[in-house]
């Protein structure tokens, strides 16, 4: 049986605690975690991490494949800690206010696009135990932890889909998962409380060596031309809101542990 980090632990209990509609009480534990940034204590070591990450979010930083393995303590409190969470819902706030601001049509048109890992799901248990993506993507190892159905909702994501529906918003799914994953996905994202959608869109053998940007444009332009209408689109890599038919606006949630061309 493995044991859990601690923070892992904690940040778990969080998330289950949110979703079910409370916010926690946080204990004083959590400064163990907070993110070092050489306020009032001069120069600190995860400082230039700051900077890599802020490089990373913002696209500056392409094509890597790790996080430096100097990063891996810092990425690890920042995902583990508050402020992650406080990132993730600026994104999904500025969402809703925008979607709640449209004068949208009754037609049963309107869609939002949303990736899924790290974006509606979360593989945090996975990379606690992988170094937080200092090390190299393991295919085999991260299909294993996949195929478990385990994976918790991210909270603000889960927040913002739910006000969509709302709203009559439509929600696809446009994940790079394989069509082998359909299932498993299918029941992890109701098990968390994704309970319905348009379109559950999963990467097939017709795109077998093509990059996420290519896959996920050409599958954006076939929601279009089928009629339908994106009026919003998030997910956590630039992979998921540049190329064709992006929609009207695009939401970059975070994401400092891998990069997906």
Not at 50 to 62: D, K, M
Not at 94 to 101: I, M
Not at 135 to 143: P, R
């Amino acid at each position: 049986m493995e044991i859990l980090p601690v923070a892992l632990v904690f940040f778990l209990a969080t998330i289950v605690s949110t979703t079910q509609g409370y916010e926690p009480v946080l204990t004083h534990h959590i400064h163990l975690l907070t993110p070092k940034t050489g306020g009032a204590r001069g120069s600190v070591p995860g400082l230039s991490c700051l900077s890599w990450r802020l490089a990373v979010e913002t696209n500056n930083i392409i094509n890597w494949k790790t996080v430096p393995a100097e990063c891996e303590g810092y990425v690890g409190h920042y995902m583990l800690g508050h402020q992650y969470r406080k990132d993730s819902k600026v994104v999904t706030n500025g969402a809703w206010l925008y979607a709640k601001s449209l004068n949208l049509t009754k037609d049963g048109k309107n869609v939002w696009v949303f990736d899924i890992d790290e974006t509606t799901l979360s593989n945090l248990p996975y990379y606690a135990v992988n170094g937080f993506g200092t090390e190299l993507y393991n295919a085999t190892s991260f299909d294993e932890w996949v195929l478990k159905g385990t994976a918790p909702a991210l909270p603000e994501s889960l927040k913002l889909y739910q006000k969509l529906l709302t709203l009559g918003v439509k929600v696809v799914f446009l994940t790079g998962r394989g069509e082998d994953k359909r299932n498993v996905t299918t029941t992890n994202l109701k098990n968390v409380g994704y309970h319905t959608w348009e379109k559950l869109i999963l990467k097939g053998s017709a795109y077998t060596g093509k990059t996420s940007y290519v896959y996920k444009s050409a599958e954006r332009t076939k929601l279009v031309k089928s009629g339908f209408r994106i009026i919003g689109n998030a997910g956590d890599q630039w992979s998921d809101i540049l190329g064709t038919n992006v929609g009207n606006r695009t939401f970059k949630l975070p994401d400092p542990m891998y990069y997906i061309s």
